[in-house]
């Protein structure tokens, strides 16, 4: 592994229970700071692959994050440095409360009440939404839940996040200030898309999946204005 390779997947594969295998031979380095959209159509394995990378799921294969091995012992600090995104926000809040929702990582860090205030407080600056704090995090909207999971992640300070379909459902408002939030933040970024203006406009390389393959990885502009290729894997 280069030193400035931040994460190193090597020949990963992986079987759903039932057999169906939805990665085939993955191999991808992604070095710190670079801005990753994941591209492909539904069912390419674009979840798949990003719920490997905190060890939600684990096929066969190595994957090394900032310097560990993902494996059980290491679980906690990865999990630290990775920030997991899912794409519906009703499978990361839970709590009956923004704060609760964006203090329950800060609390299982083991951080004291202050610190995990600071860092809720910070966190809701960051996605613009200071003053959410006591409200009720079921009843805010799609575009509110997704800025406050997004939250919920920040607030434990990862190194590197990832985001599945992040714009998914939003209304066109919505969407545009997801993406300007995504555009500042200064994480190593690997974001699940099928929002092809998004991924050439806001990311340095793009990786295009299908059949749990990697079928192009490189410049958002050369890959996404390939016609041809697009067509060619179901985009
Ligand atoms: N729990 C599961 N059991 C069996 N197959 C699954 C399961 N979850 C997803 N799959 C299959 O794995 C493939 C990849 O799915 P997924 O990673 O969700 O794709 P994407 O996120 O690119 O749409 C799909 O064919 C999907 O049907
Ligand atoms: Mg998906």
Redesign the pocket.
Known sequence: MKPEAIIHINHLNYH???G?Q?LRDISLTINAGEKIALI?Q????????LLHLNGIYAGQGEININGYALVKSNLKKIRAKVGLVFQSPDDQLFSPTVFDDIAYGPIYMGLSPMEIEKRVDQALKDVEMLGFSERVTYHLSMGEKKRIAIATVLAMQPEILVFDEPTAGLDPRARRKLISLIETLPQTLIV?THDLAFAQKSFTRVVL?NH?QIMADGDPSELIENNQLLAENGL
């Open positions: 759903y229970p039932n169906y939805a492909g539904n069912g390419a394995g674009k979840s798949t692959l699940a999946m749990g």
